[in-house]
């Protein structure tokens, strides 16, 4: 037991990433047997692993800069709930009360996606920076600094945000490294409060985008199970957690490309644009196949995947143990940040990222979706000379 903990602090991304790819091949092998999951195992998996503890180790002298942890949290908090009050203002509405009173669920989903549908890009972006980076992390560092009123205006504020946008996501991301924290301090009372207000604004916010849970009508399936309103959302969690990611990457496995060509670089802008080429995005235009019915009547949706899958729908099998190898590099990179700077705060702040690596790109979750952010303002919380990468 004591190897095993000494492991897992050794290499805490690592096998955090070992328990997504278990969820993974969990759902791909329920849904498709052994077609897809032996091959991903050997041109990804074992690529991976035999890269992580195979590649050098060689130490580089960096001199990092230091800007002290009280200086920044103030100024995150502040430029954090400026954005979300901007934000709020500039839709007019708040899109968790419109879908509440929503009749069914096919305007519910339409409502869900004002809260970013039509946005300029500046606002767009700040959107999703402050809900994903600076409020939760201004919460961490007050309670890292012991400053329990910053904390909880800091977790309230993008709580109630994620809410309001209808973004179940967005309430993980708030809450998330709060309960990290306090799980690795053993503060086991703050966790347990942490873990049941986002609990209930979760399930909360699953309500209001399901109409047919609370006197509305569900117009998107012929056939409804009689079961309790309970048992719904608790079998919805279950499976959106345990087989939805494997089932989703099995299937883009077996449309790509017996139905849709490699892409060959024609999902990046600039590449596209170089060669003259239409852009393409399978995340959305592999919605209409795999969801023919909803498709039909007019729903329009993403259908976004495990991080390596980019890299196999513009190159094929051969790709993946490239790939392989680049997030073996990435994930002994984190390990750099985790020692030389606050390891609790750099995992508590990284692991929900890390977690969606099931269902996104890498690249989208470090710029878009704010993780190079996160680690930059790791990086600049703490002065490192000396890096062993």
Known sequence: ????????????????????????????????????????????????????????????????????????????????????????????????????QAPN??????????????????????????????????????????????????????CLYGLALLQKSLLLWVSMPILIYCILHRKWFVAFIVTALSGSLFILAIFANNPQLHGGQNDLQTQVKTTSKTNQVSEGLLRRILIVPGQTLGMWFKHVPHDKPYLYGRDFGLYTKLTGQKTADYNLELYATFYPEYAKQGIKGSVNTAHFMRAYTNFGWWILPISAGLFALFLRLLNIIHRKTHGALAFSLQIFPLLLLSSGSLLTLLFSGGWALLILLLIISQKKELIHV
């Open 1 to 100: 037991m004591k190897q095993i903990n000494a492991f897992v602090f050794a290499h805490p991304y690592f096998t955090s990433y070992l328990f997504v790819y278990g969820l993974l091949q969990i759902g791909l092998i329920a849904t498709t047997a052994f077609d897809f999951a032996p091959a991903l195992f050997f041109l990804f998996f074992l690529p991976f692993v035999l890269f992580y503890f195979g590649l050098p180790r060689p130490k580089i002298n960096i001199d990092l800069p230091n800007f002290p942890l009280q200086k920044i949290e103030w100024f995150l908090f502040t430029i954090g709930s400026m954005v979300a009050v901007l934000h709020l203002l500039w839709l007019g509405k708040i899109p968790f009360l419109e879908a509440w």
């Open 105 to 158: 669920l096919s305007s519910a989903n339409l409502l869900r996606k004002i809260g970013t549908t039509g946005l300029p890009k500046w606002l767009h972006y700040a959107n999703t920076w402050s809900v994903r980076v600076l409020l939760p992390t201004s919460a961490l560092f007050f309670l890292h600094k012991k400053n329990k009123i910053g904390c909880i205006l800091s977790l309230s504020i993008g």
